[in-house]
């Protein structure tokens, strides 16, 4: 049987340790502050805007919302970026993505200050974490890191099999196990021979965006497996990239979906905004 990693009660725990941490900020006179920018009403974009101030709110950062119509343009928001930047009472930006199609969105995460940007999307801060320099990770990888560290997972000198090389998720994924020293591949849709590569791994971080793909052919017995993947199936039930039942019985650890890697991901965006408000 493997070991369940609980992202649920660890992003919890994470969340209260923040919220102590806030608190005693507060006491200092110190509020700290969080923008959040949403273009347009697209239904997903409400929720993950909706659950981040209801993270906010718990943890006592406060949320500013600029709810902007989906005719914004580039330049007003760019204008709205430019003055949040300005604002010393705002210690993390947050730019929900993505951004109707007449908005560049690289222009976009360009504009917001490294200094605040949470989402750690910024050139500088993926440059920063791949020379080892100070700066925001991007909080998906950055929730997995905590999962396997908080799990008693060690990752220095494991095999480290990273699927997916987005620039959210795989690739910053890859640099942050190798800051561990891990030792790293990462695999594509170009990779030959994924599942001889994949069955090399200590640790399988899964992020191939297709639903239940990864089954117990991929992972070698006693592995850790990481599902990052968020799907809904034909029957409207949540899953994962990794096919549990399958992968389950053969790993050492595994992290279900729900209550895996989605939570982390809230809980390391208020661990950005609070290392913000502490710059
Ligand atoms: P992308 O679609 O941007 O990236 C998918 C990656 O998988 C690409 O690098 C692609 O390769 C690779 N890939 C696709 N098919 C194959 C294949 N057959 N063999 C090998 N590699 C393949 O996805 P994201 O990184 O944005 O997200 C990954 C998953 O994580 C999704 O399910 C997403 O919903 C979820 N997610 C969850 C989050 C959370 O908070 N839990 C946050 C962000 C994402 P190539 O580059 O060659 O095209």
């Known amino acids: 049987m493997a070991q369940i990693i609980d992202g649920k009660l660890i992003?919890?725990?994470?969340?209260d340790e923040l919220k102590e941490k806030v608190a005693e900020l507060?006491?200092?006179?110190?509020?700290?502050?969080?923008?959040?920018?949403?273009?347009?009403?697209?239904?997903?974009?409400?929720?993950?805007?909706?659950?981040?101030?209801?993270?906010?709110?718990?943890?006592g950062i406060k949320s500013l919302a600029y709810e902007v119509p989906?005719?914004?343009?580039?330049?007003?928001?760019?204008?709205?970026?430019?003055k949040l930047n300005k604002d010393d009472n705002v210690h993390g930006i947050l730019v929900q993505l993505p951004v109707p199609k007449h908005i560049n969105e690289e222009k976009i995460i360009n504009a917001i200050s490294p200094s605040k940007d949470v989402d750690g999307f910024h050139p500088a801060s993926v440059g920063a974490l791949s020379i080892g320099q100070k700066g925001f990770v991007s909080c998906t990888p950055a929730?997995?890191?905590?999962?396997?560290?908080?799990?008693?997972?060690?990752?220095?000198?494991?095999?480290?099999?990273?699927?997916?090389?987005?620039n959210i998720v795989g690739k910053p994924m890859g640099m942050l196990l190798l800051r561990e020293n891990g030792t790293v591949t990462i695999c594509h849709s170009r990779t030959k021979d994924l599942k001889e590569v994949c069955k090399r791994?200590?640790?399988?971080?899964?992020?191939?965006?297709?639903?239940?793909?990864?089954?117990?052919?991929?992972?070698?017995?006693?592995?850790?497996?990481?599902?990052?993947?968020?799907?809904?199936?034909?029957?409207?039930?949540?899953?994962?990239?990794?096919?549990?039942?399958?992968?389950?019985?053969?790993?050492?650890?595994?992290?279900?979906?729900?209550?895996?890697v989605g939570p982390m991901t809230i809980a390391m965006l208020m661990n950005n905004c609070v290392e913000a408000g502490l710059n």
């Open 70 to 82: 989906e005719e914004t343009t580039e330049a007003e928001l760019l204008d709205i970026i430019d």
């Open 26 to 59: 507060k006491e200092e006179g110190k509020e700290i502050c969080l923008a959040v920018i949403q273009v347009g009403n697209d239904p997903a974009s409400t929720v993950y805007v909706g659950n981040k101030k209801k993270a906010c709110e718990y943890i």
């Open 143 to 166: 929730g997995v890191i905590q999962l396997l560290k908080r799990s008693n997972i060690e990752i220095s000198g494991k095999e480290c099999v990273v699927i997916g090389r987005s």
């Open 201 to 260: 791994a200590d640790i399988l971080v899964v992020a191939i965006g297709k639903p239940r793909m990864i089954d117990a052919s991929y992972v070698k017995e006693g592995a850790t497996v990481i599902d990052v993947g968020i799907h809904r199936d034909e029957n409207n039930k949540l899953c994962g990239d990794v096919d549990y039942a399958s992968v389950e019985p053969v790993a050492g650890a595994i992290t279900p979906v729900p209550g895996g």
């Open 11 to 15: 992003s919890q725990q994470i969340k």
